[in-house]
């Protein structure tokens, strides 16, 4: 059985005491409420990392992630914080390829490839995100630009490796617009992907990979999307800055 998981992504949002605030309202939400199957994570902004990993020790289906890893082991990169430090603070989850890092700081397939690989040199779990443009679907060519996406940055994996990596899949015209991809939309394109996967490595390897949903989930529309049978859970953006929204979401199975 592959794993449920939501993931919130912060972005660039919240300051240490309101991100502390608000980890420990979600925190203490999913000890009373949230099925123990379910993987919450919350991905946060580096500075914040280490303490907010403090406020969910000790519990069990709660981790915190970075939103990012830089793709050199170490080095002259101003600015930039690597796999093996996040590794250091006891990061275990980093989301890899958002579309807003594709966009706004020009990052391709090539790149995104090397920073999976130092994910899995550090032992930080990979939530790889991938999703086509409006053109792109109006084009019809959703199918292939994601495929493409997933080819290029992940089939250099072994069958092991590929196995832990978390997909999300994320519309990019979905992304903080208000606007989702229905439920159909979101299974067609998971089973989609599921099947990219199955015919590189096998069925087995595609049936455990968790396949997650992202742009403009929320509470009203959750359980629909994650009824789909490739749909595993969700990438949360605007949703996970409301603790009782983004809780709401991870009970939405
Ligand atoms: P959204 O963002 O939920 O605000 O649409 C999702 C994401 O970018 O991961």
Same mark, same amino acid.
Request: charge should be negative; charged fraction near 25%; include cysteine.
């Given at each position: 059985m592959r794993k449920k998981i939501v993931a919130g992504n912060w972005k660039m949002n919240k300051d240490l005491h309101s991100g502390r605030v608000l980890t420990s309202e979600i925190s203490n939400m999913v000890a009373d409420e949230v099925k123990p199957d379910v993987q919450v994570i919350i991905c946060a902004p580096y500075i914040h990392l280490t303490s907010l990993g403090a406020i969910i020790e &000790?519990?069990?289906n709660i981790a915190i992630g970075a939103q990012n890893l830089h793709q *050199?082991?170490? !080095?002259?990169?101003? !600015?930039e914080i690597s796999a093996s430090m996040l590794q250091s603070i006891g990061i275990n989850y980093a989301i890899i390829g958002h579309s807003e890092r594709r966009e706004y700081? &020009? *990052?391709s397939d090539a790149l995104i490839s090397k920073k999976i690989d130092q994910a899995f040199e550090n032992n930080i779990t990979p939530i790889y995100c991938c999703g086509e443009t409006l053109d792109i679907r109006e084009a019809d060519n959703h199918f292939a630009v994601v495929n493409k996406q997933i080819s290029d940055a =992940?089939?250099? =994996?072994?069958e092991d490796q590929i196995k832990q990596v978390i997909i999300a899949y994320e519309p990019v015209w979905a992304i903080g617009t208000g606007k989702t991809a229905t439920a159909e939309q979101a299974q067609e394109m998971h089973k989609n992907i599921r099947e990219h996967l199955s015919n590189k490595y096998s069925k087995a390897a595609a049936d455990a990979i968790s396949i997650l949903y992202g742009g403009s989930c929320k509470p009203d529309n959750a359980k629909e999307i994650f009824a !789909?049978?490739?749909?595993? &859970?969700g990438l949360i &953006? !605007?949703?996970?800055?409301k603790s009782r929204d983004f809780v709401d979401i991870c009970k939405s199975f």
């Amino acid at each position: 059985m592959r794993k449920k998981i939501v993931a919130g992504n912060w972005k660039m949002n919240k300051d240490l005491h309101s991100g502390r605030v608000l980890t420990s309202e979600i925190s203490n939400m999913v000890a009373d409420e949230v099925k123990p199957d379910v993987q919450v994570i919350i991905c946060a902004p580096y500075i914040h990392l280490t303490s907010l990993g403090a406020i969910i020790e &000790g519990r069990n289906n709660i981790a915190i992630g970075a939103q990012n890893l830089h793709q *050199e082991v170490s !080095g002259a990169y101003t !600015g930039e914080i690597s796999a093996s430090m996040l590794q250091s603070i006891g990061i275990n989850y980093a989301i890899i390829g958002h579309s807003e890092r594709r966009e706004y700081f &020009g *990052e391709s397939d090539a790149l995104i490839s090397k920073k999976i690989d130092q994910a899995f040199e550090n032992n930080i779990t990979p939530i790889y995100c991938c999703g086509e443009t409006l053109d792109i679907r109006e084009a019809d060519n959703h199918f292939a630009v994601v495929n493409k996406q997933i080819s290029d940055a =992940l089939f250099h =994996l072994s069958e092991d490796q590929i196995k832990q990596v978390i997909i999300a899949y994320e519309p990019v015209w979905a992304i903080g617009t208000g606007k989702t991809a229905t439920a159909e939309q979101a299974q067609e394109m998971h089973k989609n992907i599921r099947e990219h996967l199955s015919n590189k490595y096998s069925k087995a390897a595609a049936d455990a990979i968790s396949i997650l949903y992202g742009g403009s989930c929320k509470p009203d529309n959750a359980k629909e999307i994650f009824a !789909g049978a490739d749909v595993d &859970g969700g990438l949360i &953006g !605007g949703a996970s800055l409301k603790s009782r929204d983004f809780v709401d979401i991870c009970k939405s199975f």
